[in-house]
């Protein structure tokens, strides 16, 4: 078969793929009566105002030579770790901004970093397909670094991501390109259970990110770059309990709804997306309109308020949203303001009692963002 003859056939299968897409999505519209948008207006709801002065920029963490990848809060909200591409991860005191650690990891491109439960250890993953675990009490080298205290390894692909679980000290989640996650005692280094891989219900390209449900801590929602999203049981980890469509491009970040029962997804396709859990519904998008020569910038982190009525969206373009996530309008974008970074937001995450957000970017910064009113609502 000639180059010419085979590139018709790639022409052709990819029309019929695209075909079938739109079908597909035909369908699961036909299957909706609403989304949560228009039930909303339909009852006479209006979206949240939100002013400038209502998300304030209140502090600026600087100390990363590399774009920042990662961010997490401790749980008694004064504390943030950061990840960067300059193969370190430092420990920020919120209130004052001064560092408490800075460590310099084993692997130089680091993709994820989080709290354990205690805030006493950190977890950092990346390139070199381990996820190594640090105990910020530990004696630090002749040269200021913490150790690892522990690397667990058996990923075959980048660490994506990772996360522990909520009430257990000694269980950490992790994401991978190798198409899979897994399930971890960080006591002993052994993994327990391997999401996906040989399984024909798992992933079938990288896997960019995993949210464990606070109110179920057994079920965890991870999204990939085959454009799902999938829900897991650690109990079964033979097959996904279920499988989320809707985006046309790869999933980089999920995060459960405050509620358990939803959870948030954002994409390259430009769209964030919300999910009912159970039923496997897509209840609302949340897009936004297309600019110069019609480039739709990629979402890269999400994060829900306290009460799930605000979502907030990092862009590869610098734009920072505030959706009303019951109205689906745009409330604030945090990069238009004066103090706003001034590249790709790569993460962001709330404050556990939601009085502040912290955004990190490829401009090296980190920012730390104060609610000045609306403490009711978000």
């Keep these: 078969m000639s180059v010419a003859e085979l590139k018709e056939r790639h022409v052709a299968a990819t029309a019929t793929v ?6 597909l999505k035909e369908k699961r519209q036909l299957l909706l009566d609403t989304d949560v948008a228009t039930y909303a207006r339909s009852h006479g709801k209006t979206a949240i105002s939100f002013s400038p002065t209502d998300l ?5 963490l600087q ?8 961010l997490d809060w401790t749980q008694e909200r004064n504390r943030i770790v950061s990840a960067s591409q300059d193969g370190r991860f430092i420990v920020w005191n919120a209130l004052t901004s001064q560092k408490t650690h800075a460590t310099k990891l084993p692997c130089a491109y680091v993709m994820t970093c989080a709290f354990s439960p205690n805030g006493q250890s950190v977890a950092c993953g990346g390139l070199d397909s381990a996820c190594s675990i640090f105990n910020l009490n530990s004696q630090v080298d002749r040269d200021g670094n913490i150790p690892a205290s522990r690397i667990l390894t ?4 980048y660490v994506s991501c990772c996360q522990y679980i909520p009430d257990q000290e000694s269980h950490l989640i992790t994401s ?3 198409q899979t996650c897994g399930l971890w005692d960080v006591t002993t280094g052994q993994r327990i259970s391997v999401f996906g891989g040989e399984f024909p219900s798992g992933h079938t390209s990288d896997v960019l990110s995993v949210s464990v449900n606070t109110c179920n801590s057994r079920m965890f929602v991870s999204g990939s770059c085959d454009a799902t999203a999938r829900l897991w049981d650690t109990r079964i980890a033979s097959r996904a309990v279920r499988t989320y469509y809707g985006h046309s491009g790869d999933v980089n970040t999920v995060k459960f709804f405050p509620d358990g029962q939803r959870f948030g997804t954002g994409s390259d396709d430009g769209t964030c997306r919300l999910f009912d859990m159970r039923t496997g519904h897509q209840l609302q998008i949340y897009s936004q309109q297309p600019g110069e020569n019609d480039e739709v910038p990629s979402v890269k982190s999400i994060a ?3 009460s799930g009525r605000l979502l907030f969206a ?3 373009n610098g734009d920072c949203y505030v959706w009303d996530t019951l109205m689906a309008e745009v409330v604030l974008n945090l990069g238009s303001l004066q103090n706003s970074h001034e590249g790709t937001i790569s993460c962001l995450g709330l404050s556990s009692d939601g009085s502040a957000l912290c955004t ?7 920012k730390i963002w104060a609610f000045g009113g609306h403490r009711e609502v978000i």
């Design 176 to 178: 991978s390109g190798d």
């Design 360 to 366: 990190g970017s490829y401009d090296k910064k980190l």
């Design 314 to 316: 990092g862009y590869s």
């Design 56 to 60: 304030v920029c209140c502090r600026t």
């Design 154 to 157: 058996g990923h075959k692909g």
């Design 18 to 23: 695209n075909a079938l897409r739109e079908r």
């Design 63 to 70: 100390g990363h030579t590399g774009k920042v990848y990662s």
């Design 304 to 306: 829900f308020s306290i």
